[in-house]
T-cell receptor, first 116, second 112 residues
Framework: ETGVTQTPRHLVMGMTNKKSLKCEQH?????MYWYKQSAKKPLELMFV???????ENNSVPSRFSPECPNSSHLFLHLHTLQPEDSALYLC???????????????FGSGTRLTVV | GQQVMQIPQYQHVQEGEDFTTYCNSS?????IQWYKQRPGGHPVFLIQ?????EVKKQKRLTFQFGEAKKNSSLHITATQTTDVGTYFC????????????FGSGTQLTVLP
């Protein structure tokens, strides 16, 4: 266990379904991230939350909707996805972004999403 | 926007041979981080370099940060089968945005 737990590990959903991915961290971090990892592409940053506030939305389509109720939990709500959205979705956390210091990210094991 | 290029994309080596991956940023970085992702796994933080010209070692792994803080390298001496995986560099810009920009990774295969 990395200290960042993602559920479910695998998800198959139809294009008309609504599902949610969950991420929980037990490291006392205040920043949380969603990344998308597709085959043969670099890790793509989707959303950043620092102290529950969204600080970054990297032009992500509205069919992806993040939610951060507290510094330990992060959700990614999915609806009307496309087959090209199939990928590994990784959650990560790090220390407070406001300090100006730099910290390594701790990643969860990811959710392997397949859209059919 | 900031871009981080990483080469080579793939590298096959015989066990015992050395391996190097290179990372170049289009902009000056405040720091660079390196991650390793085993097959079927998730990225795991290895190290962070902050100072110009910095060199850090972790056993058989040597990490360097260029003088201009725009490039970096990871060198593995005498590879072992446990080194198999994809190595990513990730650069953090000097501006107010502190997000990491990941390189595309180098997938290392070690042949026994």
């Amino acid at each position: 266990e990395t200290g960042v737990t993602q559920t479910p590990r695998h998800l198959v959903m139809g294009m008309t379904n609504k599902k949610s991915l969950k991420c929980e961290q037990h490291l006392g971090h205040n920043a949380m991230y969603w990344y998308k990892q597709s085959a043969k592409k670099p890790l793509e940053l989707m959303f950043v939350y620092n102290f529950k506030e969204q600080t970054e939305n990297n032009s992500v389509p509205s069919r992806f909707s993040p939610e951060c109720p507290n510094s330990s939990h992060l959700f990614l709500h999915l609806h009307t996805l496309q087959p090209e959205d199939s990928a590994l979705y990784l959650c990560a956390s790090s220390q407070d972004l406001r300090t100006g210091r730099h910290y390594g990210y701790t990643f969860g094991s990811g959710t392997r999403l397949t859209v059919v | 926007g900031q871009q981080v290029m990483q080469i080579p994309q793939y590298q096959h080596v015989q066990e015992g041979e050395d391996f190097t991956t290179y990372c170049n940023s289009s902009t000056t970085l405040s720091n660079i981080q390196w991650y390793k992702q085993r097959p079927g796994g998730h990225p795991v933080f290895l190290i962070q370099l902050v100072k110009s010209g910095e060199v850090k070692k972790q056993k058989r792994l040597t990490f360097q940060f260029g003088e201009a803080k725009k490039n970096s390298s990871l060198h593995i001496t005498a590879t072992q089968t446990t080194d198999v995986g994809t190595y990513f560099c990730a650069g953090q810009s000097s501006g107010s945005a502190r997000q990491l920009t990941f390189g595309s990774g180098t997938q290392l295969t070690v042949l026994p």
